[in-house]
């Protein structure tokens, strides 16, 4: 089946992931843990804690296939937008239902692939404190089970040369969790299911995150 216009492609995100691990790998040293834990193949959702503008790139260079990420919309500036949309990245306006962003995700996971969330909707402290129902439709929706990601070392230091970036060559640890399902078995997506969804799935996330910290070590 071909891509409906401006759908994003597998080829598209399947470069980003080539041009993630060459930057993040070169700039950073990456310690990856628990990668055997995302589903060879069929629909995933990788959910990713979001405290640095490093960590989706990161991921998208250490994840073990590719990831067609969901980024907000003013990401999407100048250059950017063509380069985004052609590395296979889902443009999303969080002000609103965005029907195009909806149907392109449902989209990928209907195609077996892999859709990568910030469950907080924006980058702050990254622990997972505020989560949106959109994860929860997705996973509903989508038939995916959920991997938790935690990315952490990313905001611990500032870089001397560039400081809006982790300091160069500095280890950064991604840890990959256990995949679930975040429905109860029933199939329902009502409003009450898809918020009883959205607490199991904080749950789960928010031990993640705790899990790798005392794996790693690190704070944040």
């Known amino acids: 089946m071909s891509p409906a216009a401006g759908a ?31 589903p060879a193949s069929g629909p995933v959702i990788l959910a990713v804690n979001h405290s640095h503008n490093v960590d989706g790139p990161m991921l998208m260079g250490t994840a073990p296939r590719p990831v067609h990420f969901l980024i907000k919309k003013e990401a999407f ?19 609103t239902a965005d029907r195009t962003a909806i149907t392109h995700a449902l989209g990928v996971l209907g195609d077996g692939g892999v859709l990568g969330i910030f469950p907080e909707g ?19 929706r989508g038939g995916a089970p959920i991997v938790p990601v935690a990315v952490l070392g990313s905001t611990e230091r500032r870089g001397r040369l560039i400081s809006a970036l982790p300091p160069l060559r500095s280890r950064v640890d991604v840890v990959f969790g256990e995949a679930f399902e975040a429905g109860d078995g029933s ?6 299911a ?21 794996l790693t070590g690190r704070t944040g």
């Open 8 to 38: 994003p492609t597998l080829r598209g995100a399947a470069v980003g992931r080539s041009i993630g691990i060459g930057l993040m790998y070169g700039l950073f040293r990456p310690r990856v843990l628990g990668a055997w834990r995302v």
């Open 77 to 95: 500036v100048g250059p950017l937008d063509p380069f985004l949309r052609g590395i296979g990245q889902l443009k999303v306006d969080r002000t």
């Open 122 to 140: 924006t980058r702050g402290e990254g622990d997972f404190a505020s989560l949106r129902a959109g994860l929860a439709y997705f996973a509903v």
């Open 187 to 192: 199939g329902r997506r009502t409003r009450k």
């Open 194 to 214: 898809l918020d009883e969804a959205t607490v199991r799935i904080q749950g789960r996330l928010t031990g993640h995150l705790e899990q790798a910290r005392r």
